[in-house]
């Protein structure tokens, strides 16, 4: 069973940046389709940005231009780096394998104003 592991959340000010790891189990990690979401208190889980295996990517508007999603197969791990940040940006952070119930931990991300 493939698992994931996600690090890097913290608290940060409004306007830094934090980077995201998701650390993979499985021996295909070059074929899968990668998501992050997040989940902020009395919210629903949203998608913020996926990565194909091509290295394709795609962005919901609220973080497009802020965040960006990259993979490094070698490593099994894909990553979420997120610049600029507002405390609306605060949330549970999940990366998930697209395709799939396979879902890390979750990590918090708390944006101070």
């Known amino acids: 069973q493939v698992q994931l592991v996600e690090s890097g959340g913290g608290l940060v000010q409004a306007g830094g940046s934090l980077r995201l790891s998701c650390a993979s189990s499985g021996r295909t990690f070059s074929s899968y389709r990668m998501g992050w979401f997040r989940q902020a208190p009395g919210k629903q889980r949203e998608l913020i940005a996926s990565?194909?295996?091509?290295?394709?990517?795609n962005y919901a508007e609220s973080v497009k231009g802020r965040f960006t999603i990259s993979r490094d197969n070698a490593k099994n791990t894909a990553f979420l780096q997120m610049n600029s940040l507002k405390p609306e940006d605060t949330a549970v952070y999940y990366c998930k394998k697209l395709l799939s119930n396979i879902w890390g931990q979750g990590t918090q991300v708390t944006v101070s104003s």
């Open positions: 990565i194909i295996s091509g290295g394709s990517t």
